[in-house]
């Protein structure tokens, strides 16, 4: 079945009372027909439902649906993007291992790498995910794993996939790629041999900015069981209100992001003339560097958009200011448009070393395009350019 069909049509078996929607199953514990049934589950002879810390009906039909759509064989869900990244890494990593990461990646998974990992023994290098030159440097007998984000978040920069492949495969590094910018429907990062995806589910997936969640898939089952291990033990589960929600929205996902790219694209290419505007950057645009690398990789250009106001900070305090129908707020990938100033939020706490080197300007706005009518979104923008002139 094709994208949109497995997104709809993948459920969880119909109860007694022959519901057409998926119920929401909000039970902390399941009950057993014996107690031979019981201790086959808990040894793991026998599949099936234990404790909701462990499996819900909805996290699990939630689940069947990513590994669809993302066509890999292992999924599991947490309560949020944060969850499933530090849990990628504290399944898998070890102390004494080394990982090496794009320097372009979320800032709280940079803080995870960079401020917690070293205490457990775990130490990152921060490469340009453009410059394979770097990598190689970078590589130590302990490196495990290569983690990168593409397109990055708030960069769009968008790296070639095939490339980080075969540098995982030449050194035998584990390949793990934050999916959440570009969501299955535009990507599919295993198709270039990605070994785990994982993805903030509170974004696109969700697309409506209602609840947290996260989810990682993989393709190796030494990966998923090892993840798994951590979070089961340690909690970071989602819940069955949560994952429902979730696995709703993945029925419209399709039809959803098909709206936000042609938003995008028409925002971003009438934004790049104007004369208030230093450059706009959106790889559905031909003058994006890496245009015809997101043209291979993706199926449109996502629904963000960076652009730099003239003026610096200044006017980018002031341009959000002037903002009046779009939301100013750190969330993306909502039915609402939104808009962000990367320097003074979500990556402040980064050296304004660290933020220039992922690509951060004082003056950057991140636009995370909604799905109201494009000429009002242009509206909203022009009148703030010009109020903030
Ligand atoms: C938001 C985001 C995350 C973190 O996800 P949460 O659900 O907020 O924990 C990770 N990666 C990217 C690219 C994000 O945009």
Not at 89 to 99: A, E, S
Not at 261 to 269: Q, W
Not at 318 to 347: E, Q, Y
Not at 372 to 377: C, G
Request: aromatic fraction near 10%; include cysteine; proline fraction near 4%.
């Amino acid at each position: 079945m094709k994208f949109e069909t497995q997104a709809i049509r993948t459920q969880t078996e119909t109860t007694s009372q022959r519901e057409h929607s998926t119920p929401i199953f909000p039970t902390s514990g399941y009950v057993f027909d014996s107690a031979e049934q019981m201790r086959a589950l808990f040894a793991g002879e026998e599949e099936g439902n234990i404790y909701s810390r462990y499996t819900n009906p909805n996290c699990l039909e939630f689940e069947e649906k990513m590994k669809l759509l993302e066509k890999m064989p292992y999924a599991i869900s947490s309560s949020s993007g944060m969850a499933s990244i530090f849990s990628i890494f504290m399944g898998i990593l070890k102390n004494g291992d080394h990982l090496i990461s794009s320097k372009a990646v979320f800032g709280s998974t940079f803080q995870i790498l960079d401020a917690f990992l070293p205490n457990y023994g775990i130490q990152s290098t921060f490469v340009d995910a453009f410059d394979e030159k770097t990598w190689e440097a970078a590589i130590r007998p302990t490196t495990k794993m290569f983690y990168i984000e593409s397109p990055s978040n708030p960069g769009l920069e968008v790296y070639d996939l095939s490339v980080v492949k075969a540098f995982c495969l030449k050194h035998n590094l584990i390949f793990v790629i934050d999916n959440c910018f570009a969501t299955p429907y535009l990507q599919t990062p295993a198709s270039f041999g990605a070994d785990i995806v994982c993805h903030s589910a509170t974004k696109f997936i969700d697309g409506q900015g209602r609840v947290g969640g996260g989810i990682t898939l993989c393709q190796e089952e030494e990966h998923f069981e090892l993840i798994k291990k951590f979070q089961r033990q340690t909690g970071p589960t989602l819940s069955p209100f949560n994952a429902w929600i979730l696995s709703k929205s993945l029925e419209t996902l399709a039809v959803r992001m098909e709206k936000h790219c042609a938003n995008a694209l028409e925002i971003a290419t009438a934004l790049e003339s104007h004369p208030e505007l230093n450059w706009v950057k959106y790889p559905g645009l031909v003058s994006h560097p890496n245009y015809e690398l997101a043209k291979k990789q993706m199926k449109l250009g996502g629904g963000l958009i960076a652009f730099e106001v003239k003026g610096g900070l200044e006017r980018g305090r002031a341009f959000l200011d002037g903002i009046s129908m779009c939301s100013v707020s750190a969330n993306l990938g909502d039915t609402r448009s939104i808009i962000t100033h990367p320097a003074s939020t979500t990556h402040s706490k980064l050296s304004e070393e660290q933020r220039l080197d992922s690509g951060i300007t004082q003056g950057m706005i991140r636009l995370s395009v909604g799905l109201e009518h494009p000429e009002d979104i242009l509206a909203d923008i022009y009148q703030s350019l010009e109020k903030s002139k």
